[in-house]
């Protein structure tokens, strides 16, 4: 149990050290290179609770198409490296603490407040039930899931149309 | 000698013994593999341009690539002035977590596999994403336009050919029920996939010919307009390690194809391990041989065929795929 806590005890401090990393480094590559660290921290947690697709979903989505595209993104818009840090003001930096802050302690009291079903022996979900939940039981958000998506790309679509002059 | 090796065995369990077994193994088949192809690429290189190739070193000159990588070892390892360190150092160590991790789960033989993980083939895809990464980071840090300019054409190239090379695997996965690379093989008993499912194979072989940065999708390092692209900056052991990643690359997405369309390790008389390298090999013979007859597409060419063409049409493969295993 104790190898077990050690593990669990890792994981938590790369997630963590890589989401710190992501906020606090001033050159936006590096807080790419975080924001890659938090995912696998967070793919990491998936496999210690047992849920081997989800962990490598988890990597093949944000680190292998989510953190290139935005790396994509950043390459595009030019040479921003050499910038000073953002949030040099201190009122940009208590602002953004009082949100940071706030958003904390409503995720904290959500999770204090739910009664959480503890089982008693531990279960493996397999890529056939989370297939059965997504498209039998949970079809619904499924499928407004999806709306959102299209709404998102056609709202793309519409502001790269737009930015290229003759209106 | 037996009683002390069975006593380190009990002490620090099966499976530690089994996976550092299986990773020295893994090192061996990367380093074997590099050095054979260096040879087979200029040897190939040679014969197709009428030339020779190398021939002074060893019979053949088949020690060619050892001279090389001496020659590499003992070169200083520069670092340019203005390069932003951990980045820059941190790509060329970076590109081989994907090498390493993809080993394994593929299946030389039915026994010969270092773990046989039930989501295998999610394995290989997440991990390799990672290679464009470390591309990125390498091109990003080392403070170069040529450099610049060939990471950005890398993360647009991997993208676009990153969705065709999932959705061409994706009916192999409905066919053989499982993830699992050996349930895949074991799939095959009867017919290869490849016969099943043709248009599937050819999107992932040229999918995976863009993938391992490979002409005539060679556009992130491109010698003739980019110097060497991302990895220009780099010298020594540095620009070795990325020059055997590619290698490994290469030997992976071959080994890939063999296992989901040509059977994997299956085949008659020869043991399975045979069979397995001669199909790997003769997929990367024909990397190389692409290589030298087809010129470099232009960038919009390439991207413009993957959006237009590669991924409407195995979108279609895989909806037909679906339709016809559910009548």
Redesign the interface.
């Known amino acids: 149990m104790i190898f077990a806590d050690i593990i669990f005890v890792i994981i938590i401090l790369i997630t963590l050290g890589g989401a710190l990393m992501t906020v606090l480094s001033g050159s936006i590559?590096y807080a790419l290179?975080g924001l890659?660290t938090t995912m696998f921290g967070v793919a990491g947690l998936y496999i210690y609770l047992n849920a081997?697709?989800l962990a490598?979903?988890q990597?093949?989505i944000y680190?292998?198409?989510i953190?290139?595209?935005i790396?994509?993104a950043i390459?595009l818009i030019g040479p921003l490296?050499k910038k000073p840090k953002e949030w040099s003001y201190p009122l940009k930096f208590i602002l953004a603490a009082v949100v940071a802050l706030f958003s904390f302690f409503v995720f904290a009291k959500v999770i204090l407040k739910t009664q959480w079903i503890v089982l008693s022996t531990p279960f493996a979900i397999s890529?056939k039930d989370i297939g059965r939940l997504l498209f039998d039981r949970l079809t619904f958000p499924f499928e407004l899931i999806s709306l959102l998506i299209v709404v998102a790309i056609i709202g793309a679509v519409m502001l790269s149309l737009y930015s290229r002059g003759e209106k | 000698m037996c009683d002390t090796i069975n006593n380190i065995i009990n002490i620090v369990g099966k499976e530690v013994v089994r996976t550092v077994i299986g990773l020295v193994g893994v090192f061996i088949v990367v380093l074997g593999n590099a050095i054979m192809l260096t040879w087979t690429e200029r040897k190939v290189a040679g014969h197709i341009q009428r030339r020779i190739g190398p021939k002074e070193v060893g019979p053949f000159g088949l020690l060619q690539s050892f001279a090389d990588s001496v020659k590499l070892l003992g070169k200083e390892l520069l670092t340019p002035a203005n390069v932003?360190k951990p980045?820059y150092y941190l790509a060329p160590t970076l590109i081989f977590v994907p090498v390493l991790v993809t080993f394994v789960v593929i299946p030389f033989d039915g026994f010969l596999q270092v773990k046989d993980?039930?989501?295998g083939i999610?394995?290989i895809?997440?991990?390799s994403?990672?290679t464009?990464?470390s591309i990125?980071?390498g091109g990003?840090g080392s403070d170069n336009k040529y450099s610049?300019i060939g990471?950005?054409r890398s993360?647009?190239q991997?993208?676009a050919y990153?969705i065709p090379l999932l959705l061409s695997l994706l009916p192999i996965i409905f066919m053989a029920n499982s993830?699992s690379l050996r349930d895949v093989v074991e799939a095959q008993k009867g017919l290869w996939f490849v016969v099943y499912q043709p248009i599937a194979f050819l999107i992932f072989f040229i999918a995976s010919v863009a993938e391992t940065n490979r002409t005539p999708f060679d556009l992130p390092e491109a010698e003739s307009e980019l110097v060497a692209g991302f990895h220009t900056e780099y010298s020594g052991m540095r620009f070795s390690l990325f020059f055997l990643a590619e290698y490994t690359n290469m030997f992976i997405v071959s080994a890939i194809a063999v296992t989901f369309f040509l059977g994997g390790y299956q085949g008659p008389i020869l043991p399975g391990v045979v069979w397995f390298f001669m199909k790997t090999y003769l997929l990367v013979f024909v990397l190389l041989w692409f290589r030298w007859t087809f010129p470099r597409v232009r960038f919009d060419q390439l991207l413009n065929f993957s959006w237009k063409i590669l991924i409407p049409v195995s979108f279609l493969n895989l909806l037909v795929t679906g339709g016809i295993l559910k009548l």
Do not use: D, H, Q, R
């Open positions: 590559i290179m890659v081997p697709f490598m979903m990597i093949l680190v292998g198409a953190t290139v595209l790396a994509f390459m490296y890529t | 932003e980045l993980i039930n989501t999610l394995v895809l997440a991990f994403s990672l464009v990464l990125l980071i990003w610049l990471a950005v993360v647009a991997n993208i990153e993830f």
